[in-house]
């Protein structure tokens, strides 16, 4: 069974740039989340992808997107970043339409983002 | 709306003994889940627990056990026997049938065990 996986591991922006962070999800799995950790603070929650559309949305402003494809593997895209983006982005999958919702995430090991 | 409380923002514990993690949850949904991650150093959220807001009996996981007191709105996690490797930041977390999409997480504790 493949667990989660990101890319890429760390990165450094510049404000005001775009950037892209890849997530593929845990094989058999047809949802992807995605949340946004700043430090020494829980996760907060952007968004979820459930057959290739957005399936609930956090508190985060529309320069955070995202896309899932075919695949089930997901992007989520940050437009005009800010130094206050700078934060571990965590992306979580999980299997939606057995009953269970989705409590049972499973998460990758996170992208670090600086933005400077 | 939904929320988590850990009011502990770090413990330290010598290594063998029994620990417990506070965590208060709040919610006007009566068809809720409640769980408990592990997250070392590495940054990789490590699902530990889950209990359903109709689950009868307290969950457990090898040496992890929930104690679900719903009149009172806490789910604390309890660690037993405690090891080195369980020095980690633990978070309490809620997924309501309302908003079956996103995880609500409290703020965190650090632990840290003593050997």
């Known amino acids: 069974e493949t667990g989660v996986t990101q890319s890429p591991t760390h990165l450094i922006k510049t404000r005001g740039q775009q950037v892209t962070l890849r997530c593929s999800s845990q094989s058999g799995h047809n949802t992807v989340s995605w949340y946004q950790q700043a430090l020494g603070q829980g996760p907060q929650f952007i968004f979820q992808y459930y057959r290739e559309e957005e399936n609930g949305r956090g508190n985060f402003p529309p320069r955070f997107s995202g896309l899932q494809f075919p695949n089930y593997s997901s992007e989520l895209n940050v437009n005009a970043l800010e130094l206050d983006d700078s934060a571990l982005y965590l992306c979580a999958s999980s299997l939606w339409g057995l009953g269970r919702g989705s409590y049972e995430q499973y998460f990758g090991p996170g992208t670090r983002l600086t933005v400077t | 709306a939904q929320k988590i409380t850990q009011t502990q923002p770090g413990m330290f514990v010598q290594e063998k003994e029994a620990v417990t993690l506070d965590c208060t949850y709040d919610t006007s949904d009566q068809s809720y889940g409640l769980f408990w991650y592990k997250q070392p150093s590495s940054g990789e959220m490590i699902f530990l627990i889950y209990q359903g807001s109709y689950d009868e009996q307290n969950a457990t996981e090898g040496r992890y056990s929930l104690n679900f007191q719903k009149a009172r709105k806490s789910a604390n996690l309890v660690i037993s026997a405690s090891q080195l490797g369980d020095s980690a930041m633990y978070f309490c977390?809620?997924?309501?049938?309302?908003?079956?999409?996103?995880?609500?997480f409290g703020s965190g504790t650090r632990l840290s065990i003593r050997p």
């Open positions: 977390a809620m997924t309501t049938y309302s908003s079956a999409s996103k995880i609500i």
